[in-house]
Antibody, heavy 119, light 108 residues
Framework: QVQLVESGGGLVKPGGSLRLSCAAS????????MSWIRQTPGKGLEWLSS???????FYADSVKGRFAIYRDNAKNSLYLQMNSLRAEDTAVYYC?????????????WGQGTLVTVSS | DIQMTQSPSTLSASVGDRVIITCRAS??????LAWYQQKPGKAPKLLIY???NLQSGVPSRFSGSASGTEFTLTISSLQTDDFATYYC??????????FGQGTKVEIK
C-alpha cells in the first residue's frame, strides 16, 4: 500500500540542525512531487517546501535560506535539512506527495515527526 | 500570498445533522481548492480536490462546492466518525499553498 514514513525528529537547541527523512513505498516515487508541511497549534498547517522528480525546488519564505529539501530517487526517499533552528520551528513535520499534472493537493501524508526546538 | 479564511472555527453538531463549513479565499483561485479531515494525533486525510471532486474511498455524504471565492464543505448526515477538524487548502498558480485555520466539529 502507499506509505510515507518520516523519521529524524527530536529535541534540538536553538541554532542547531536536524535532518528529517521520509521513506516512500507502494508507488512510483518519480511520478510525484514531494513536499514538507508542518503543523503547530498556533499557526496550523504550513506548507514549507516541494521538490519535483527532477529536482526543481520551491520554498516558503519562512524557511528559505535555512531549510533545504532534497530527494534520492534511487532510495525512494525525501529529506529536509533544517539549519539555524528557532523556537518557532517547533512543530510536527509531515511529508506528503502530489501529482503535478492534477494539482498541488496532497493525497498521501506520512504520520508526522515531532521537532522540538528548546534550550 | 493568498489567505484562506474558514468559518466557523468550532461547530457543535449531533449525529445525523447536516454540517456546512465555509472557506473564503482572499483572491480568485478558480476551483483549485482541497479539503482535508484530521483526527487527533493523525495526519490530514484528503477528502475533496478541485473544489468538488470526491477522493476515492471517501463517503458520499461529503461534498464540496464553489461560488466565486467562497467554498463549502458539506456533510449531509454527520456520523460519529466525522467528528474531527477540517481544513481547506488552495493550490492555485504557484506556491506558497496555504491552508485555512481549521474548523473543529464537536459533539453537541
Amino acid at each position: 500500500q502507499v506509505q510515507l514514513v518520516e523519521s529524524g525528529g527530536g529535541l534540538v537547541k536553538p541554532g542547531g540542525s536536524l535532518r528529517l527523512s521520509c521513506a516512500a513505498s507502494g508507488f512510483t516515487f518519480t511520478d510525484y512531487y514531494m513536499s514538507w508541511i508542518r503543523q503547530t497549534p498556533g499557526k496550523g498547517l504550513e506548507w514549507l517546501s516541494s521538490i519535483s522528480d527532477s529536482g526543481s525546488i520551491f520554498y516558503a519564505d519562512s524557511v528559505k535560506g535555512r531549510f533545504a529539501i532534497y530527494r534520492d530517487n534511487a532510495k525512494n526517499s525525501l529529506y529536509l535539512q533544517m539549519n539555524s533552528l528557532r523556537a518557532e520551528d517547533t512543530a510536527v513535520y509531515y511529508c506528503a506527495r502530489y501529482n503535478v499534472y492534477q494539482g498541488a493537493y496532497f493525497d498521501c501524508w506520512g504520520q508526522g515527526t515531532l521537532v522540538t526546538v528548546s534550550s | 500570498d493568498i489567505q484562506m479564511t474558514q468559518s466557523p472555527s468550532t461547530l457543535s453538531a449531533s449525529v445525523g445533522d447536516r454540517v456546512i463549513i465555509t472557506c473564503r479565499a482572499s483572491q480568485s483561485i478558480s476551483s483549485w481548492l482541497a479539503w482535508y479531515q484530521q483526527k487527533p494525533g493523525k495526519a490530514p486525510k484528503l477528502l475533496i480536490y478541485k473544489a468538488s471532486n470526491l477522493q476515492s474511498g471517501v463517503p458520499s455524504r461529503f461534498s464540496g462546492s464553489a461560488s466565486g471565492t467562497e467554498f463549502t464543505l458539506t456533510i449531509s448526515s454527520l456520523q460519529t466518525d466525522d467528528f474531527a477538524t477540517y481544513y481547506c487548502q488552495h493550490y492555485s498558480t504557484s506556491s506558497p499553498w496555504t491552508f485555512g485555520q481549521g474548523t473543529k466539529v464537536e459533539i453537541k
